[in-house]
C-alpha cells in the first residue's frame, strides 16, 4: 500500500494544544480539512513513551483508532544542554496542571542556576506523525537549536518560546513575528520530511 496524504481530505489532527493546533492548521496550508481530537472529544492518552517519536506514534494511532479517520499527531518539546536534555519529553509535565509556563521557564533557570552551568544551548524537537485507521503509520524528526535567555521575552508564541533565541537569530521565538517561526521552527522542519515522504 502506497501512504499519501491527498489534498482536500481530513485529517485529525491529535492535539488539545490551541497553539500547536494553529501551527499544524497554517503549515498544512488549506490543503487539509483539520479537525481536532478536542473538537471530536477524543481523550488524550498518557504519554508513556521515552522518545519524541514514540509519543507522536502513540498518540496518532490512538486518534486514528478511535476517529476512524486519518490523524496526525506531533509530540515536542525543548531540551536543554547543561540539563542532560531536560525538560525534553516532559516539558509540558514541567509547567503542572495548570499549564504554568512561567513555573516551567523559571524552573530551567532554577537548575542552571542550582548547577552553575554556563552553557545555555537548548533545542526544539519536534516529532509527527500519522496514522492509518488500519494500521501503517509514518513519524519523522525536526530539530531547531538556540540559546536561552532569561528572563523571558515576547509574548506571541507559547510554551518555552519566551527563553529561546534560535541560532542566527536575536529575537526569542516569543518575540519573533509568528509567521517566521513557523518558517523555521522545529515544526516546520518536521513538516517539510512529512511532506517529502507523504505528498506528492
Ligand atoms: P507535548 O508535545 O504536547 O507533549 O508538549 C510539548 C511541550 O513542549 C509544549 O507544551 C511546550 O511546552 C513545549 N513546546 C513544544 N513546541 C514548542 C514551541 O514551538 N514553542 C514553545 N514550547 C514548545
Known amino acids: 500500500m502506497k501512504l499519501k496524504l491527498i489534498k482536500g481530505m481530513r485529517l485529525v489532527a491529535a492535539t488539545h494544544n490551541p497553539g500547536k493546533a494553529r501551527e499544524i492548521a497554517t503549515l498544512l496550508k488549506g490543503d487539509y480539512v483539520v479537525v481536532t481530537a478536542g473538537s471530536l472529544n477524543l481523550p ?5 513513551e521515552a522518545t519524541f517519536t514514540g509519543n507522536a506514534l502513540l ?6 483508532e478511535r476517529s476512524g479517520e486519518v490523524s496526525l499527531a506531533d509530540d515536542s518539546g525543548m531540551s536543554v544542554s547543561a540539563l542532560d536534555g531536560a525538560p525534553g519529553i516532559f516539558s509540558a509535565r514541567w509547567a503542572g496542571p495548570d499549564k504554568d509556563f512561567a513555573l516551567a521557564m523559571k ?4 537548575r542552571l542556576g542550582e548547577i552553575g552551568a554556563d552553557d545555555r544551548r537548548a533545542w526544539f524537537t519536534s516529532a509527527l506523525a500519522v496514522a492509518w485507521p ?3 503509520a509514518v513519524v519523522v524528526e525536526g530539530r531547531v537549536d538556540g540559546t536561552l535567555t532569561f528572563p523571558p521575552r515576547g509574548d506571541s508564541g507559547f510554551g ?3 527563553i529561546f533565541i534560535p541560532n542566527g537569530h536575536t529575537r526569542t521565538f516569543g518575540e519573533m513575528d509568528p509567521v517566521l517561526k513557523d518558517a523555521l521552527s522545529h515544526r516546520a522542519l518536521a513538516f517539510a520530511k512529512l511532506k517529502a515522504a507523504l505528498i506528492d
Open 59 to 64: 498518540k496518532a494511532r490512538y486518534a486514528a
Open 160 to 162: 518555552y518560546d519566551p
Open 107 to 110: 524552573k530551567v533557570e532554577d
Open 134 to 136: 488500519d494500521g501503517p
Open 44 to 48: 488524550e492518552p498518557e504519554e508513556t
